[in-house]
């Protein structure tokens, strides 16, 4: 069965390279962020909100896991390659490689020809910030920040729950991921609502964060340092992150390039002082943003090759316990 799992994976890694996440098309992260809104307008108020919380994110991912544990069985019931096809579908829609990249090439575009306002409007669609006033280098560090936090949130981590569990634990992750982006907040509104989305996002995220970051950096050799120092910052600097986990993809990258992230932000006028990753090596320009994704595209391809080997090896090791035992 892990076999049948690579294969899915690696079908769904080309799937999503070529279609990537059509606007107009149907898609269960829309779906499923639907019932979650659904649940916060109805759950969100009153008493034991942090049960409530807990109670929605429980509900939430056993109907995901459900649903396609009943798809894909029925289709490996069908036919081995109809499981198989049904299953890189699905997996396809968990991951957002193809999407993460046009986002910030998005931003690159009029930032590269020195339109500040284009890149600054296109910055305000995928990061929280308030991006009014930014100039050239805080842009691109928003487009860097988050091609190397959703690195691992938007791809690896996925393809790594695929190989553990096939596209049901795929999709609950993607469930995971969806009631933490929308109700995981440590304010006023959500801080009670949202604990259990947080929490359970940031263990389903604990290990392929940190194998994504050291993949990094194994496959991508730093612009302006020597490996020993990066390495060095990568475990130096992860954990500064207010994230147990984004901080991996986020230093990995800053070694690589020779940058610094992090510092001053505001969101919605309130300044927000980040942990600084890196090394101020050079100044971030808006051409580091396309070396950002080139780190992606190497990460995504060197997991996937890892997910493999570490696939057949257990394979191995599943069918050698198998054969050894007495009954």
């Given at each position: 069965?892990i076999?049948?799992h690579?294969?899915?994976?690696?079908?769904a890694?080309?799937?999503?390279k070529?279609?990537?996440?059509?606007?107009?098309?149907?898609?269960?992260?829309r779906?499923?962020?639907?019932?979650i809104?659904?649940?916060?307008?109805?759950?969100?108020?009153?008493?034991?909100?942090?049960?409530?919380?807990?109670?929605?994110?429980?509900?939430?991912?056993?109907l995901v896991?459900l649903?396609v544990?009943l798809?894909?069985?029925?289709?490996?019931?069908i036919?081995?390659?109809?499981?198989?096809?049904?299953?890189?579908?699905?997996?396809?829609?968990?991951?957002?490689?193809?999407s993460?990249?046009?986002a910030?090439?998005?931003v690159?575009?009029?930032?590269?020809?020195?339109?500040?306002?284009?890149?600054?409007?296109?910055?305000?669609?995928?990061?929280?910030?308030?991006?009014?006033?930014?100039?050239?280098?805080?842009i691109a560090?928003g487009a860097i920040?988050t091609v190397?936090?959703?690195?691992?949130?938007?791809?690896?981590?996925?393809l790594?729950?695929?190989?553990?569990?096939?596209?049901?634990?795929?999709?609950?992750?993607?469930?995971?991921?969806?009631c933490?982006?929308?109700?995981g907040?440590?304010?006023?509104?959500?801080?009670?609502?949202?604990?259990?989305?947080?929490k359970?996002?940031?263990?389903?995220n604990?290990v392929p964060?940190?194998?994504t970051?050291?993949?990094?950096?194994?496959?991508?050799?730093?612009?302006?340092?020597?490996?020993?120092?990066?390495?060095?910052i990568?475990?130096?600097?992860?954990?500064?992150?207010?994230?147990?986990?984004?901080?991996?993809?986020?230093?990995?990258?800053a070694a690589?390039l020779?940058i610094?992230l992090?510092?001053?932000n505001?969101y919605?006028?309130?300044l927000?002082?980040?942990?600084?990753?890196?090394?101020?090596?050079?100044?971030?320009?808006?051409?580091?943003?396309l070396?950002?994704?080139?780190?992606?595209?190497?990460?995504?391809f060197?997991?996937?090759?890892f997910?493999?080997i570490?696939?057949?090896?257990?394979e191995?090791?599943?069918?050698?316990?198998?054969?050894?035992?007495?009954?």
């Amino acid at each position: 069965m892990i076999v049948y799992h690579l294969i899915a994976i690696t079908i769904a890694y080309f799937i999503d390279k070529v279609v990537g996440d059509p606007p107009h098309w149907p898609h269960p992260v829309r779906w499923i962020g639907s019932l979650i809104s659904l649940f916060e307008k109805r759950l969100n108020h009153g008493k034991n909100k942090k049960f409530k919380g807990v109670a929605m994110l429980l509900f939430v991912l056993f109907l995901v896991f459900l649903i396609v544990i009943l798809l894909v069985g029925i289709s490996y019931q069908i036919h081995p390659i109809a499981g198989i096809i049904v299953e890189s579908m699905i997996i396809a829609t968990t991951i957002a490689q193809k999407s993460l990249k046009e986002a910030s090439f998005n931003v690159y575009g009029p930032l590269e020809k020195g339109d500040l306002a284009g890149a600054r409007n296109k910055l305000s669609f995928i990061v929280g910030r308030d991006t009014g006033t930014l100039n050239e280098g805080e842009i691109a560090r928003g487009a860097i920040e988050t091609v190397a936090e959703n690195t691992s949130d938007g791809v690896t981590a996925p393809l790594f729950w695929a190989l553990i569990g096939g596209a049901p634990l795929a999709m609950v992750y993607r469930a995971s991921n969806t009631c933490d982006s929308m109700v995981g907040y440590m304010n006023e509104r959500f801080k009670d609502f949202g604990w259990a989305s947080a929490k359970w996002d940031d263990v389903m995220n604990w290990v392929p964060s940190r194998i994504t970051g050291i993949i990094m950096l194994i496959g991508t050799k730093p612009a302006e340092l020597e490996y020993r120092r990066a390495w060095k910052i990568l475990f130096r600097d992860a954990k500064k992150h207010p994230s147990p986990n984004s901080g991996w993809g986020e230093a990995a990258v800053a070694a690589i390039l020779g940058i610094q992230l992090g510092g001053i932000n505001y969101y919605k006028g309130i300044l927000s002082n980040r942990a600084k990753m890196g090394e101020p090596l050079v100044p971030i320009q808006a051409g580091h943003i396309l070396v950002a994704n080139k780190i992606l595209d190497k990460t995504v391809f060197l997991f996937l090759l890892f997910l493999w080997i570490g696939g057949m090896i257990l394979e191995m090791a599943i069918t050698w316990i198998k054969s050894a035992a007495p009954f």
